[in-house]
Structure formats: C-alpha cells, structure tokens
C-alpha cells in the first residue's frame, strides 16, 4: 500500500524598499528601483510521520547564524523537525544584504526583522494550512543559460568571464506536484547558475531565474520555484561575453532557461505517489594548520586596510582573525563538522550544502548514486563561501582566494574528494 504524501505550497513577497543596501558586489551599492519583485516559495511535504520544508528564497544567500535562528523558530512554532528544513537562496545578486560577509557590507537587519523573517513564518504557516494528496513526476533535460565562468587569459590567469572549455552542468531538472484530480499545483526547477547578469545593477530583480520561474508558472498554472546548483563556477551565458552585465541582459538568459524548463515539464509523464524521507547528517571536512606568525604579518603589510571592498577586505580580516586565534593560543583543529540536511522525494533527492559548490562536485555525487537523481543544493541552510575542485585550486582565481582565506584554517586541497564521501555516506539509508 503506498502511504498518502501530502503537499501544501505557499508564497510571499519579500521585496525590499527602494534605497536598501544590494548585495554581491559592493556593500554601498543602493537600490534605485525595482525591476522586478522579489518573493519566498514554501513547499511542506508530508507523509505518515514524516515532515519536511524546501524553502526558496530570492535572494543572495543567507548568513548561517541566521537561517539557524530562522529554521529554530519555525521548528518551534510548527512542529516541524528543525533538521527537515531547507532555506535556499537563488543567489541573485540584485537583492537585499543577508550574508555580511566583510567586505561586501554587515547584514541588513532591519530588512531581515520587518520583512525577511515575518514572510518566511508567514509562507510556512500558510503551507501548512491546507496540504493536499499529491503525486510527483520529474524530468530531465540539457540548457545552456550557464557557462563555466573561470576564463582562461592570454597570460594563463583565471578572469570572471566565459571559458567555453570549462566544467559546467549543463543539465536542468524539473519535479512538478499534481493533485488527485490531476491539476498542477506546484513545480520545482533545479539547475545550477549564478544570479549575476544584472551586474551592480540598482534595480532589485530575480535576475535570470525569474523570467525561467515565471513562464513556467504561466505554462503550467502552478507555483514554480528555482532551487540554485552547484554554481560556484558557473555564470550566466551572455551574449556579451562575460557573466555579468545589466538587466536588459535579463530576459535574453531567461528566456534561455525559461524555454529549457518547458521543454522538460512537458516531457514529465510519469506520475506517482513519492516516498518522502528526510535525514540530517554531518560533513566531517579536513583541515589544514594555521599560517605561521611570520606569514601573518607579511599578510598584514600586503592588506593594510580594514576598510577595503570585497575580496582585499577579506583578506585583512582574515589575517587578523588569524593573527589574533594565534595570540590566544587556540589549538588547531583536525577537521571542520558541518551538518547537511538530505530530503527524499521518490527518485530524486536533494543534499543540502552551505556552500557554492563547484559543478563537478554536484555531477560526481549524481553519477556515484544509482537508480535515484541526487540534486545538490547550493547556499542552503548557511552561506559559507566556495567550494572549489582540488584540479582548480592550482589555476588560482577569486574563487579560489575566497576558499583559502574564508576561515583561520583552510581546508585541505583534497576537500571535494572528502565532501563527496561524506555526502555518500549521508545518503546510504536514505536510498533504501
């Protein structure tokens, strides 16, 4: 007898007011306008004991302290396992400051208190109001609004822009949700990009992602929501050249996806009943020792200033904050314990990372798990910056600076490798 899974699907707007911080690029980048409007999508899925939320979120991403306190209230106030929720966010980078990070400007908190969290409580509530019987079908299919974004100079050094040549997942998922009379109610679409061709635009905006989500919607008569991949070194494939540009750029990549995601929902045929499981596991990742005092200070004389924008910012604070676990005696640590939530929706599974992960890791993950399509989520549950392949690390680039220097201990090069165990090991039970 199959048991009875349970869908209530809910959305709210969460778009900032004109004037508020934008995060991405800078932290004084002020919004000016609004292109188009931002939201939160819940799904609550349930089956006999088992419950479970995917939240979407269009923004950025969002600082693990906060998305801890967020999924902690929501447990409490609706009964949902703490470790059952995902928080991902769609990593437009047109969308209110929730990350922090230093040099890229502090958390927007009065957005996060007025308007942020109340939406979220508000969408989880009205989620749960009325969930219904539903069956599940998914699809696959090949798009290529993304491109691997670590571009190759003349002079053999990582740039942002397009190398054609690059790793990148070309494969978009769609799982669409009917009710028992057959009516959509509601879609999900994986696929793994960055929000960014908007550039430092002053217009808040979904950025790509949101003119894919909308035709859908439109198409199918259901809520849609996107769920951000592995995008650490993939962006926007713009006809510029380059990953990132304005929002007239917007509908040109969207409309990309947006053709890819139709094409996939109309080849879903098969219908049924979905076994829903949920588990959280650990990431026990290896770490490497801390610099020595001698490379600190050197470190310090390279990155004077406190002050700095975006990655020079970084790296001051990284050597201080180095400097000063050094002066306080703190021992090294072996290794870093990361908690994953993995969520069990028939054939397809979802692992949670807090991280932007490189598209390969996401497609070795896949590929070493049979007879179920495993879709890594990236900036879910926590933003803890890149997570590059170990082949990658040599070529250098932003992307790899942000790695090496995001905590006092860096892990070590083979880190991917270690994170790919670790997600299998997590996944052993779920795929019984």
Request: proline share 5%; hydrophobic share 35%; glycine share 8%.
């Amino acid at each position: 007898m199959k048991h009875i899974c349970y869908l209530g699907v809910s959305r709210e707007d969460i778009t900032p007011s004109i004037g508020t911080c934008l995060y991405g690029y800078r932290p004084n980048l002020h919004s000016e306008s609004i292109r188009d409007r931002l939201h939160v999508t819940t799904f609550y899925l349930k089956q006999d004991d088992t419950q479970s939320l995917m939240i979407s979120a269009t923004v950025c991403s969002v600082q693990t302290n906060l998305v801890n306190r967020l999924r902690k209230e929501i447990s409490g106030r609706f009964s949902v396992p703490y470790e059952n929720i995902l928080l991902s966010a769609t990593h437009t980078h047109t969308g209110p400051n929730l990350t922090g990070d230093i040099g890229w400007g502090e958390v927007d908190m009065e957005y996060y208190e007025s308007i942020f969290r109340p939406a979220v409580l508000k969408s989880v509530e009205n989620a749960l109001k009325n969930p219904v019987p539903v069956s599940c079908g998914f699809a696959t299919g090949l798009c290529k609004a993304g491109i691997n974004r670590r571009e190759l100079t003349t002079e053999n050094l990582v740039a942002l822009g397009q190398n054609p040549w690059g790793v990148y997942n070309p494969e978009m998922t769609v799982i669409s949700f009917r009710d028992e009379s057959g009516k959509p109610i509601a879609n999900m679409v994986h696929y793994g990009c960055h929000g960014t061709v908007a550039g430092a635009s002053t217009a808040i905006s979904r950025d790509w992602s949101g003119v894919m989500t909308d035709a859908l919607e439109e198409e199918s008569g259901a809520i849609t929501a996107f769920f951000n991949g592995p995008e650490g070194d993939v962006g926007p494939r713009i006809s510029n050249g380059r990953t990132a540009a304005n929002p007239d750029y917007i509908p040109e990549v969207g409309e990309i996806a947006a053709e890819s995601a139709l094409c996939i929902y109309k080849n879903i045929t098969d219908f049924s009943v979905p076994k829903l499981s949920a588990k959280e596991g650990m990431l026990s990742l290896p770490l490497l020792s801390k610099l020595s005092m001698d490379k600190v200070m050197e470190g310090l004389e390279k990155f004077p200033d406190p002050d700095a924008v975006n990655w020079e910012g970084k790296m001051h604070h990284y050597y201080k904050a180095v400097k000063a676990a050094i002066e306080a005696g703190e021992e090294d640590k072996a290794c870093a314990k990361i908690s994953q939530t993995i969520l069990r929706i028939g054939d397809v599974i979802f692992a949670a990372f807090p991280y932007e992960l490189f598209s390969e890791i996401g497609m070795r993950i896949d590929c070493a798990v049979k007879d179920f399509k495993v879709l890594s989520l990236s900036n879910t549950n926590g933003s803890e910056g890149y997570f590059p392949t170990e082949d990658q690390l040599c070529r250098g680039g932003y992307e790899i600076i942000m790695f090496r220097y995001n905590n006092v201990q860096c892990f070590t090069d083979d880190a991917d490798y270690r994170l790919i165990k670790e997600t299998l090991r997590n996944l052993e039970d779920i795929v019984q």
